[in-house]
């Protein structure tokens, strides 16, 4: 909508920056952008390379570098044939900009599976689904009261804020900070998610101890390898993960970012991006003076430079993940190693050793999910019965024969620890990630603007680590650079957006 077409609006734009004069600056903002730089091809970068697309239009350069895979972290691993999914691997019924990548790029979404699920306290179960579902109802109103469906009532709320962000994002509106994204959407409210804990937030709510120690407590488990310490906001993205209505893309969830990919028309350049500098070039059209970015990166072909106008990082930037280094920036690039989570994913085909989990008949064992409370003696976050991520089968079937499991821990396991945790198995993968930010509230996003024209995408990450909040930042920095190019200040950090749009249709 605001592209500067061909035609009246690009004379109109001309012409106010012609009004400007000589004092608009050194740079040349009546053209667009030659070439942008997007570092990392998770759902991150190919998507901002998607949004890029979008908004600069047909003729700007969009060059995406990759160290490893596609997808980064959405990865598949083999076992036994079969591909199943290692990273990321759900995703939420309202999660739109999902939803529309994998109806755009004509992706399937299999029929989800079940199975029930039970709590482990570390000695014995504490809850156990069943497959009566009155009597399961029962049993949660027995054991927890009414904090089930109060739970259900806060994620509802707090997803129903957040879904504006669809609103002002279809208006192309744009954010400076992760912090003012987040305030857009819920307030101070929101904010304050982040300066305290999940606990914090829901004993706040008058949510029982024992709810948030048996039901909460895993679910941070499961989706973030960590406790209900982790920042309120990321324990409710977490908690709306524990919905029903959770999907998947048949193939793998990284088939996405290579469908971004394509249909970006971006290029793609294997290799390491080591570091970025600041350079100032001469301009051959208006004879005044640019302001580049020059990314220095190691591929198979030995150390290359290329030249930039705008640049998106879309990885971590992290020692251990990214080890990017900003070259005379005046003032610095602050340096920000916080640490990410190592959780690790093993995946196992075996028979489970159910007397590990307190049952003297492993006959009367029917679960497909274990999840945890925090206990020090337990050296397993979770572990839970996985399909393929091709031809998934209907999982409701009973535990005859082995099965794949996989497996989430703080360290790999042990060969002493899987025979405490399987009867007999035979094949075993492992995969070993920086997973997403160790969170200790309060939490402070590192900045969406490293510069100029240098974005961080994925400062969002320190809100809540999900494909589709990487999606969302993505959007926004995509918007950001584009405002930032034309200056359409405007459209960058309004207020009462939500009461604003309303009017609109
Ligand atoms: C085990 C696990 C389970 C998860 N479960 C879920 C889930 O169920 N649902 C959900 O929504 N989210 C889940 N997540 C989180 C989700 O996977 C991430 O939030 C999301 O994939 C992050 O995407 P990204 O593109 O921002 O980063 P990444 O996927 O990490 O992409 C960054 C890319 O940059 C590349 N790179 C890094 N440095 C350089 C460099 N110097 N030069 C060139 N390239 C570089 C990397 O190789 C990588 O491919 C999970 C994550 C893990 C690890
Ligand atoms: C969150 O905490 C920071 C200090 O850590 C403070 O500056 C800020 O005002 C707090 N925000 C809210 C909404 O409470
Ligand atoms: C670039 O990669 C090659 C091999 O892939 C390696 O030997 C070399 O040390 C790397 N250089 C830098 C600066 O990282
Ligand atoms: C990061 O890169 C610098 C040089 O570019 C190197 O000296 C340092 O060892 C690297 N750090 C890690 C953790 O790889
Ligand atoms: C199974 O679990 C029990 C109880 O923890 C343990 O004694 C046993 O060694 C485990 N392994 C096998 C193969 O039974």
Same mark, same amino acid.
């Given at each position: 909508m605001r592209a500067p077409g061909a035609g009246p609006a690009r004379l109109l734009l001309l012409l106010a920056s012609l009004g400007r004069g =000589? +004092? +608009? !600056? /050194? %740079? $040349? =903002?009546?053209y667009p952008p030659k070439r942008i730089a997007v570092i990392g091809a998770g759902i991150g970068g190919t998507s901002a390379a998607y949004f890029l697309r979008q908004r600069f239009g047909k003729d700007v350069q969009i060059d995406v570098f990759e160290r490893g895979d596609v997808g980064g972290r959405l990865a598949t691993v083999n076992l036994e044939g079969e591909d199943y999914?290692? !990273?990321?691997a759900v995703i939420h019924l309202l999660n739109l900009h999902m939803k529309h990548f994998v109806k755009e790029l004509g992706l399937a979404v299999p029929k989800s599976q079940g199975g029930l699920m039970g709590i482990y306290n570390g000695d014995e179960f504490v809850f156990e689904e069943s497959s009566w579902y009155i009597w399961n109802f029962v049993k949660l109103l027995w054991r927890y009261w009414l904090n089930p469906l109060r739970m259900y009532m806060w994620v509802e709320e707090i997803l129903d804020k957040f879904m504006r962000i669809y609103r002002y994002q279809a208006h192309d509106y744009a954010f400076s900070s992760s912090e003012s994204l987040l305030h857009a959407l819920g307030g101070a409210e929101f904010l304050q998610m982040l300066n305290q804990s999940v606990e914090e937030s829901m004993q706040k709510s008058g949510f029982s101890q024992k709810f948030i120690n048996e039901i909460v407590t895993s679910a941070m488990r499961v989706n973030y390898g960590q406790g209900a310490n982790i920042n309120g906001f990321v324990g409710a993205v977490s908690l709306a993960g524990a919905d029903n209505g959770l999907w998947s893309i048949e193939g793998g969830n990284k088939l996405v970012c290579t469908g971004l990919l394509y249909a970006s028309k971006a290029k793609l350049i294997p290799g390491t991006v080591i570091s970025i500098e600041e350079k100032t070039r001469q301009n051959g059209r208006s004879g005044g003076t640019m302001q580049l970015y020059e990314v220095t990166y190691n591929s198979t072909s030995g150390l290359a430079r290329d030249a930039y106008n705008i640049i998106l990082i879309a990885t971590p930037l992290n020692r251990k993940i990214a080890n990017i280094t900003f070259l005379n920036f005046n003032p610095p690039i602050a340096e920000f190693s916080r640490p990410y989570h190592q959780t690790v994913a093993t995946f196992v085909h075996g028979h489970i050793n159910s007397s590990f989990f307190g *049952? %003297? $008949? /492993? +006959? *009367?064992f029917n679960l497909h999910g274990i999840f945890t409370m925090e206990n020090p003696k337990l050296f397993i976050n979770s572990m839970g019965i996985v399909s393929p991520v091709k031809d998934r089968k209907d999982a409701s079937n009973p535990l005859l024969g082995p099965q794949v499991w996989k497996i989430f821990s703080p360290q790999p396991l042990t060969r002493e620890q899987m025979n405490l945790l399987f009867l007999s198995y035979d094949t075993t993968t492992v995969k070993v990630w920086l997973a997403y930010p160790h969170y200790s509230p309060p939490e402070k996003c590192p900045p969406v603007i490293l510069h100029r024209r240098m974005y961080y995408v994925n400062s969002i990450e320190w809100a809540a680590s999900a494909m589709e909040m990487s999606a969302i930042s993505a959007k926004n920095a995509a918007l950001l650079a584009y405002h930032h190019w034309y200056e359409n200040m405007d459209m960058i950090d309004q207020e009462d957006l939500h009461e604003r749009l309303k009017t609109e249709l």
């Amino acid at each position: 909508m605001r592209a500067p077409g061909a035609g009246p609006a690009r004379l109109l734009l001309l012409l106010a920056s012609l009004g400007r004069g =000589l +004092s +608009s !600056g /050194p %740079q $040349d =903002l009546r053209y667009p952008p030659k070439r942008i730089a997007v570092i990392g091809a998770g759902i991150g970068g190919t998507s901002a390379a998607y949004f890029l697309r979008q908004r600069f239009g047909k003729d700007v350069q969009i060059d995406v570098f990759e160290r490893g895979d596609v997808g980064g972290r959405l990865a598949t691993v083999n076992l036994e044939g079969e591909d199943y999914e290692a !990273g990321g691997a759900v995703i939420h019924l309202l999660n739109l900009h999902m939803k529309h990548f994998v109806k755009e790029l004509g992706l399937a979404v299999p029929k989800s599976q079940g199975g029930l699920m039970g709590i482990y306290n570390g000695d014995e179960f504490v809850f156990e689904e069943s497959s009566w579902y009155i009597w399961n109802f029962v049993k949660l109103l027995w054991r927890y009261w009414l904090n089930p469906l109060r739970m259900y009532m806060w994620v509802e709320e707090i997803l129903d804020k957040f879904m504006r962000i669809y609103r002002y994002q279809a208006h192309d509106y744009a954010f400076s900070s992760s912090e003012s994204l987040l305030h857009a959407l819920g307030g101070a409210e929101f904010l304050q998610m982040l300066n305290q804990s999940v606990e914090e937030s829901m004993q706040k709510s008058g949510f029982s101890q024992k709810f948030i120690n048996e039901i909460v407590t895993s679910a941070m488990r499961v989706n973030y390898g960590q406790g209900a310490n982790i920042n309120g906001f990321v324990g409710a993205v977490s908690l709306a993960g524990a919905d029903n209505g959770l999907w998947s893309i048949e193939g793998g969830n990284k088939l996405v970012c290579t469908g971004l990919l394509y249909a970006s028309k971006a290029k793609l350049i294997p290799g390491t991006v080591i570091s970025i500098e600041e350079k100032t070039r001469q301009n051959g059209r208006s004879g005044g003076t640019m302001q580049l970015y020059e990314v220095t990166y190691n591929s198979t072909s030995g150390l290359a430079r290329d030249a930039y106008n705008i640049i998106l990082i879309a990885t971590p930037l992290n020692r251990k993940i990214a080890n990017i280094t900003f070259l005379n920036f005046n003032p610095p690039i602050a340096e920000f190693s916080r640490p990410y989570h190592q959780t690790v994913a093993t995946f196992v085909h075996g028979h489970i050793n159910s007397s590990f989990f307190g *049952y %003297q $008949d /492993p +006959s *009367y064992f029917n679960l497909h999910g274990i999840f945890t409370m925090e206990n020090p003696k337990l050296f397993i976050n979770s572990m839970g019965i996985v399909s393929p991520v091709k031809d998934r089968k209907d999982a409701s079937n009973p535990l005859l024969g082995p099965q794949v499991w996989k497996i989430f821990s703080p360290q790999p396991l042990t060969r002493e620890q899987m025979n405490l945790l399987f009867l007999s198995y035979d094949t075993t993968t492992v995969k070993v990630w920086l997973a997403y930010p160790h969170y200790s509230p309060p939490e402070k996003c590192p900045p969406v603007i490293l510069h100029r024209r240098m974005y961080y995408v994925n400062s969002i990450e320190w809100a809540a680590s999900a494909m589709e909040m990487s999606a969302i930042s993505a959007k926004n920095a995509a918007l950001l650079a584009y405002h930032h190019w034309y200056e359409n200040m405007d459209m960058i950090d309004q207020e009462d957006l939500h009461e604003r749009l309303k009017t609109e249709l």
